[in-house]
């Protein structure tokens, strides 16, 4: 998609931004299509080809937000300003202490479960020593308890 953007081309501490039309995805620093005006913000200088942004608008091209609100003063386009950045949010003493108690306690759910995995997993190895332990009855010997509680239940009967 072509963007209508700035190119910073000024000095170390001395901006000053040439627009252009280019591939969203490309470099400002590269190659663009075309040269669309230039603003000096430092003395608020703007030269602008009004005609030509006119027609890269008509062919779908969009504006970065910062182009968009120069375009809206310079009366280039009739629309509203776009919100060009976020501010930073900055933390109260309250929400400081919303985050700390929001840490401990998943900090305290996850102790919770480790210490129910590890119960577990010491459950499971005592499961598998006890079934170790256990010396295995030969198959002779089952056969002959099996067959000493077969008459006693007939007895019963």
């Known amino acids: 998609m072509l963007t209508i953007r700035f190119a910073r081309i000024g000095k170390k501490k001395q901006p000053y931004y040439r627009l252009i039309i280019n591939e969203k995805t490309k470099d400002t620093f590269g190659d663009f299509l ?28 969009g504006t970065s937000d910062t182009v968009h609100n120069l375009l809206v003063k310079e009366g280039v386009i009739e629309a509203k300003k776009v919100k060009a950045w976020k501010p930073k949010k900055k933390e109260t003493k309250d929400d400081k202490a919303v985050g700390a108690a929001e840490k401990a306690e998943k900090s305290a759910e996850t102790q919770k479960t480790e210490e129910n ?37 007939e007895k019963a009967g």
């Open 117 to 153: 995995l590890s119960a577990k997993q010491a459950e499971t190895a005592e499961d598998k020593n006890s079934e170790q332990a256990k010396p295995e009855e030969k198959p002779a010997e089952k056969e002959k308890s099996e067959e000493k509680e077969k008459p006693k239940e």
């Open 34 to 61: 075309e040269n669309l005006g230039h603003y000096n913000p430092r003395t608020k200088k703007t030269v602008l080809k009004a005609d030509r942004i006119k027609y890269w608008l008509s062919c779908g091209a």
